[in-house]
Nanobody
Framework: EVQLVESGGGWVQPGGSLKLSCVGS????????MKWVRHPPEWGVEWISS????????TYADFAKDRFTISRDNAQNTIYLEMNSLKPEDTAVYYC?????????WGKGTLVTVSS
């Protein structure tokens, strides 16, 4: 069974930082590209960043460039999203996601709240 489990969310003040983690199981993690997406409370799902299977190539949405960093540790079956200079508009449920064998897989998400 494919599972993706996110963690690391919480409350942070504007300007603060958080590092999210996502552990994958039930598939060959090291062969699989991964991505982070988020769902703000009053908007649709937004793509944040993607990373290839070996971690050599990354892409970011414009709002994430210069503030967010995606990385992975294939030995730990984990991807990360380091978020800096957080803003209230970054408040959302954050999900890791992957696609293979014709199916999208999501975790249950972790809530990030940015407020003073």
């Amino acid at each position: 069974e494919v599972q993706l489990v996110e963690s690391g969310g919480g409350w942070v003040q504007p300007g603060g930082s958080l590092k999210l983690s996502c552990v994958g199981s039930g598939f060959t993690f090291s062969n699989t590209a991964m991505k982070w997406v988020r769902h703000p409370p009053e908007w649709g799902v937004e793509w944040i960043s993607s990373i290839n299977s070996r971690g050599q190539a990354t892409t970011y949405a414009d709002f994430a460039k210069d503030r967010f960093t995606i990385s992975r540790d294939n030995a730990q079956n984990t991807i990360y999203l380091e978020m800096n200079s957080l803003k209230p508009e970054d408040t959302a449920v954050y999900y890791c996601k992957t696609f293979f064998a014709g199916t999208n897989y999501w975790g249950k998400g972790t809530l990030v709240t940015v407020s003073s």
